[in-house]
């Protein structure tokens, strides 16, 4: 059986999850799919029966969805939990928590769950919005991963991350998990000091202390995000979107509000962002980067930050 008749398998067994009476004791492959209205920030982004995730457990159907993804709790030990609670966090209002001491001791800030109350409300928006089905798959541990990799690479489900460098939301994503993880990290008892900020170092963050001059103090901010916007801006025909953290804008400045607009028209700035130092030096690095300049020149091209700190860009 090839992997496309799998797939077409795992989509006819499809099965809200409200409606699941068994789960099956087997090892083998599982599909979520999105069975809401609309779908938390990605609204219309992703379509109602679209599987959103799938993963594989060597052990039984049962004990990974029931008794991990879908059990409060366990988002410490659930990549869907963390994900979805993610794109819950902020209109829901939940609170990330660390997910034990432990990983602090060992400098691992990644791993986050949430309170009492959040985790329950993760399992009700589960409940009421995802279904799912299973292919049993009795193999060895390896032939049930390279049939996972193989579907995942076919399908390109918005929740996975790990195998999925085609999913066009995994940057979003990791950031939103991110965030999680440092509200997770502020919740600690641990003292900033021994945090080890390496783990929270990525690509799209900026760690250096807030000692900087107040001209260009962001411009090491945006360089460091100048790969990702040079990739959405080259998308920009259609609204293209980066997550990035409060973390680190408040670790370089403290502003109420980082929230800007910018525009350019042929390569140009088109509005007025005198009063804006974020925007600025965004503009800065921007009009100081060729292949950036590049595009810019090609249009009118407008990028907003809202105050959830999440980057639109757009060619008008």
Not at 27 to 52: D, T, W
Not at 105 to 116: A, I, L
Not at 123 to 141: G, H, I, Q, R, V
Not at 198 to 217: R, V, Y
Request: hydrophobic share 30%; charged share 25%; with cysteine.
């Amino acid at each position: 059986m090839n992997t496309k008749q799998i797939i077409n398998i795992l989509k006819n067994r499809e099965v809200a999850f409200k409606e699941t009476n068994t789960f099956s004791q087997q090892a083998g492959i599982y599909a979520l799919f999105f069975i809401g209205n609309s779908f938390p920030l990605l609204g219309n982004s992703v379509k109602k029966h679209q599987i959103i995730y799938i993963g594989k457990t060597e052990s039984s159907q049962e004990k990974r969805d029931a008794n991990t993804h879908f059990a409060s709790g366990k988002t410490g030990s659930s990549t869907v939990r963390k994900s979805i609670g993610s794109l819950l966090c902020t209109q829901t209002k939940l609170v990330p928590i660390p997910r034990n001491s432990s990983d602090y001791k060992r400098g691992k800030m990644s791993h986050f769950k949430f309170d009492k109350i959040s985790e329950q409300k993760v399992t009700k928006w589960m409940e009421n919005n995802l279904a799912l089905s299973f292919f049993e798959y009795p193999k060895s541990n390896n032939e049930i991963e390279d049939l996972e990799t193989k579907i995942i690479l076919a399908l390109k489900p918005i929740l996975n991350i790990s195998k999925n460098l085609d999913n066009p939301f995994k940057n979003k994503l990791q950031q939103l998990r991110k965030n999680c993880a440092q509200e997770a990290a502020k919740q600690s008892k641990v003292s900033k000091t021994n945090i080890s900020t390496k783990a929270f170092t990525t690509p799209t963050q900026n760690n250096k202390p807030n000692n900087q001059k107040s001209k260009g103090k962001y411009i090491d901010l945006w360089s460091k995000e100048k790969n990702d916007i040079l990739a959405l801006l080259k998308k920009a025909t259609s609204p293209q979107t980066l997550q990035l953290s409060a973390e680190q804008f408040r670790v370089v400045g403290n502003r109420k509000n980082y929230s800007f607009n910018l525009e350019f028209n042929k390569g140009k700035v088109d509005n007025n962002i005198s009063g804006n130092a974020v925007a600025r030096d965004l503009a800065t690095v921007l009009t100081n980067t060729n292949e950036i300049v590049l595009i810019l020149q090609n249009g009118h091209y407008k990028l907003n930050m809202d105050k959830q700190y999440c980057l639109t860009l757009r060619k008008k």
